[in-house]
């Protein structure tokens, strides 16, 4: 039982970290442009084939 009241509040604090560093995530702007991502991967025009 003793162990429960330990892993409850650690699991709470992991839970929080990571609600946290999605928040930043969102607020840095790294899902801003998931369309333009997508089509620049399929771009022949910029890729650097070596030859």
């Given at each position: 039982m003793n162990i429960?009241?330990?892993l409850a509040p650690v699991s709470?604090?992991?839970a929080l970290v990571g609600l946290?560093?999605?928040?930043w995530t969102v607020?840095?702007?790294q899902y801003d442009?998931?369309?333009?991502d997508a089509a620049?991967?399929?771009n022949?025009?910029?890729d650097d084939h070596p030859d």
């Open positions: 429960l009241l330990f709470v604090a992991l946290a560093a999605f928040c607020r840095s702007g442009d998931p369309a333009g620049r991967i399929l022949d025009q910029l």
